[in-house]
């Protein structure tokens, strides 16, 4: 069965860097692009931005433009999400999807990590 | 970007109720919408994809529908495991964008 188990919470401080993983099985890693999506306490869904394991490419969010790195490792399923320059307003549960691209109805984030927390506190 | 507007924020509603949320989409774009159902301190789930496909294991009883900028998630008959929070989210362009949430509370 498909699934993306992420890497336990985490408490940076501010102006700090926080890399979370995000480690797939049950299907070919490198056949389907990971997003990363976050969502602040009480608050709604926000997307970062994706990459493809295949060819490595990556697309983010104008907002994280800049401070934000995705990665990954093909050997071990695991993809990477850095962000740098934490400020409390990162402060947030960091999600992975897999995206499934169907040819008439778009895409759609089908499987989904647990989600880490990364708290920011001085 | 794609502005995504649900309605109501929350919604109160009795078990074998029908209720329906909202989505408007700040410009067309056709079908490609997605529903996600997110209980407290889990991960959002899928439901309907495309505006109107139920993804697989999902009861029937949940239902979408709409095209170009309105659509609409129905649930048919309440049951207690539906009390959660649904997002709309488009995927016709980058960046993808999502709802507000719609919070469903038990009446």
């Known amino acids: 069965q498909v699934q993306l188990v992420q890497s336990g919470a985490e408490v940076k401080k501010p102006g700090a860097s926080v890399k979370v993983s995000c480690t797939a099985s049950g299907y070919t890693f490198s056949s389907y692009d990971i997003n990363w999506v976050r969502q602040a306490t009480g608050q709604g869904l926000e997307w970062m931005g994706w990459?493809?394991?295949?060819?490595?490419?990556?697309g983010y969010a104008q907002k994280f433009q800049g401070r934000v790195t995705m990665t990954r490792n093909t050997s071990i399923s695991t993809a990477y999400m850095e962000l740098n320059s934490l400020s409390s307003e990162d402060t947030a549960v960091y999600y992975c999807?897999?995206?499934?691209?169907?040819?008439?109805?778009?895409?759609?984030?089908?499987?989904w990590g647990q989600g880490t927390l990364v708290t920011v506190s001085s | 970007d794609i502005q995504m507007t649900q309605s109501p924020s929350s919604l109160s509603a009795s078990v074998g109720d029908r209720v329906t949320i909202s989505c408007r989409a700040s410009q067309s774009i056709s079908r490609h919408l997605n529903w996600y159902q997110q209980k407290p301190g889990k991960a959002p789930k899928l439901l309907i994809f495309?505006?109107?496909s139920l993804q697989t294991e999902v009861p029937s009883r949940f239902s979408g529908s709409g095209s170009g900028t309105d659509f609409t998630l129905t649930i048919s008959s309440l049951q207690p495991e539906d009390f959660a929070i649904y997002y709309c989210?488009?995927?016709?362009?980058?960046?993808?964008?999502f709802g507000q949430g719609t919070k469903l509370q038990i009446k």
């Open positions: 999807a897999r995206l499934f691209v169907r040819k008439t109805s778009g895409s759609s984030f089908d499987f």
């Open positions: 989210q488009q995927s016709h362009s980058r960046p993808s964008t």
């Open positions: 495309g505006a109107s």
């Open positions: 990459m493809n394991p295949y060819s490595a490419s990556t």
